[in-house]
């Protein structure tokens, strides 16, 4: 982290469980997905609603339904995975919604 960063996002750091993270986040970058401890993703949440992670790499589950703000979304794929069913499209909606995210910052 920078010198200049509060004393608070100083410490949320210091607890950050996830080595990926730590080596991550100084560059800007962060990664947000249900294999991180909650506590974890709180803190990559707000360091992205602070500025500190200027890319986030995130699983849909975030894109869909998170309140983070993006100026830019980045769709890698259409497909998801549905327990009893398999692998299935999102839907036209779906889409608008995670690209709804970068018309509000």
């Not at 993270?21 to 803190?43: C, E, Q, S, Y």
């Not at 360091?47 to 309140?67: E, H, P, Q, S």
């Not at 608008?96 to 018309?103: E, L, T, V």
Request: aromatic share 6%; charged share 25%.
């Amino acid at each position: 982290m920078c010198i200049r960063d509060s004393k608070e996002t100083q410490q949320a750091y210091g607890k950050l469980k996830s080595q990926d993270l730590k080596r991550l986040i100084p560059m800007g970058f962060g990664i947000h997905n249900a294999g991180l401890l909650r506590k974890d993703r709180n803190v990559v949440e707000k360091f992205f609603k602070d500025g500190l992670i200027r890319i986030l790499c995130c699983t849909a589950t975030l894109a869909w339904g998170v309140n983070l703000p993006a100026h830019a979304v980045v769709i890698k794929g259409t497909e998801i995975y549905e327990p009893g069913v398999g692998p299935k499209q999102i839907s036209t909606l779906d889409i608008q919604q995670i690209f709804g995210r970068a018309g509000r910052p």
